[in-house]
């Protein structure tokens, strides 16, 4: 993180800069443009991560969406696919239609989040926590709860929670994984499921744009 600083301020800056020691990079970390510029990568990473959601195809291709699948939600599938396997398709087609409702909800309480960033924030990030980790410590918990209801209205909507007690009629394990009776999803623990997976995969997209975008900036510089 700190060499990201000198160089994002040696590659934006009108002049000539030159930073040596690790007091004068601290400096230059914690001040307004050292903020700006970390503000400024969150913005567009969560820019990036609002236009993969607002697009389904886009959503249903992205590997760190998928990454981001909960373990019991992995289990769902990896049961639906020895029974319907058509009925996966469905389901993840289902919570990309949801993804994109979700836009709206999401992107100004990250947004928030980004401004509100402060130097103590900053000097974490120094210390090697990533900017993205702390925007995910500040804001997850919250993001889950906001689109959770809106989840849960598509899925409601599709009825995607009576297809699979449908097609898992007596599967005791689905039931109990979500919360259901021993041979019912409940449709409640199914949007949770699906509203942690919007979240974390928004994180991961995020994040690696973070990286990316640290790496373009140092490139110039060889390091």
């Known amino acids: 993180?700190?060499?990201?600083?000198?160089?994002?301020?040696?590659?934006?800056?009108?002049?000539?800069?030159?930073?040596?020691?690790?007091?004068?990079?601290?400096?230059m970390a914690t001040s307004d443009l050292g903020l700006s510029i970390i503000k400024r990568v969150l913005l567009n990473g969560i820019d990036k991560g609002m236009g993969i959601y607002s697009n389904k195809e886009a959503f249903l291709q992205n590997n760190m969406v998928d990454k981001a699948l909960p373990k019991e939600l992995r289990d769902i599938n990896s049961t639906l696919e020895k029974i319907a396997p058509s009925l996966v398709a469905k389901e993840r087609d289902f919570i990309a239609q949801a993804a994109a409702y979700t836009v709206n909800i999401s992107k100004p309480i990250l947004q928030g989040a980004v401004n509100s960033l402060n130097a103590q924030d900053v000097t974490r990030i120094i210390q090697g926590t990533t900017a993205t980790q702390i925007l995910k410590e500040k804001t997850s918990q919250q993001l889950v709860a906001a689109i959770a209801p809106k989840v849960d209205e598509k899925l409601n909507e599709y009825g995607i929670a009576k297809t699979i007690n449908t097609a898992l009629s007596g599967n005791n394990l689905l039931g109990s994984l979500l919360g259901g009776s021993s041979n019912n999803v409940n449709t409640g623990g199914l949007s949770k499921l699906a509203s942690e997976q919007l979240v974390n995969g928004l994180?991961?997209?995020?994040?690696?744009?973070?990286?990316?975008?640290?790496?373009?900036?140092?490139?110039?510089?060889?390091?």
Do not use: R, W
């Not at 993180?1 to 800069?17: E, H, P, S």
């Not at 994180?203 to 744009?209: A, G, K, Q, S, T």
């Open 203 to 223: 994180f991961n997209i995020i994040e690696d744009y973070e990286h990316q975008n640290s790496k373009a900036l140092l490139g110039p510089l060889g390091k």
């Open 1 to 27: 993180m700190k060499k990201y600083i000198i160089a994002a301020a040696l590659l934006i800056g009108t002049g000539t800069l030159v930073l040596t020691t690790v007091q004068s990079c601290q400096t």
